[in-house]
Nanobody, 123 residues
Framework: QVQLVESGGGLVQAGGSLRLSCAASGRTFSRYAMGWFRQAPGKEREFVAA????????YYADSVKGRFTISRDSAKNTVYLQMNSLKPEDTANYYC????????????????WGRGTQVTVSS
């Protein structure tokens, strides 16, 4: 069992930056691939970024590539999402997830989810 708690969301102006954190419980954190997803009101949850259990492989949605960076610190049982050059369209509730996905972009392939942290980008 893994419990995930996101933090770091907030209100920021367009062009600004935020760093989201996802703290995981459980000693097996390092075995899981981790993903960040987001969901805006009235829209489906969408993939943002993912990182392999080793941290070697990372994946990004085209919409955030070059602006967002995912990383993990297994010693702290934490995964991060550094978000730069934020745009109003990045406004959403951001969720982290843990699992063993064959396809890291698929929400259905993650076993554990946090409750999310809200990111609001003003224009």
């Amino acid at each position: 069992q893994v419990q995930l708690v996101e933090s770091g969301g907030g209100l920021v102006q367009a062009g600004g930056s935020l760093r989201l954190s996802c703290a995981a419980s459980g000693r097996t954190f390092s075995r899981y691939a981790m993903g960040w997803f987001r969901q805006a009101p009235g829209k489906e949850r969408e993939f943002v970024a993912a990182i392999s259990w080793s941290g070697i492989n990372t994946y990004y949605a085209d919409s955030v590539k070059g602006r967002f960076t995912i990383s993990r610190d297994s010693a702290k049982n934490t995964v991060y999402l550094q978000m730069n050059s934020l745009k109003p369209e990045d406004t959403a509730n951001y969720y982290c997830a843990a699992g063993f996905p064959i396809t890291p972009t698929h929400t259905t392939e993650y076993n554990y989810w946090g409750r999310g942290t809200q990111v609001t980008v003003s224009s």
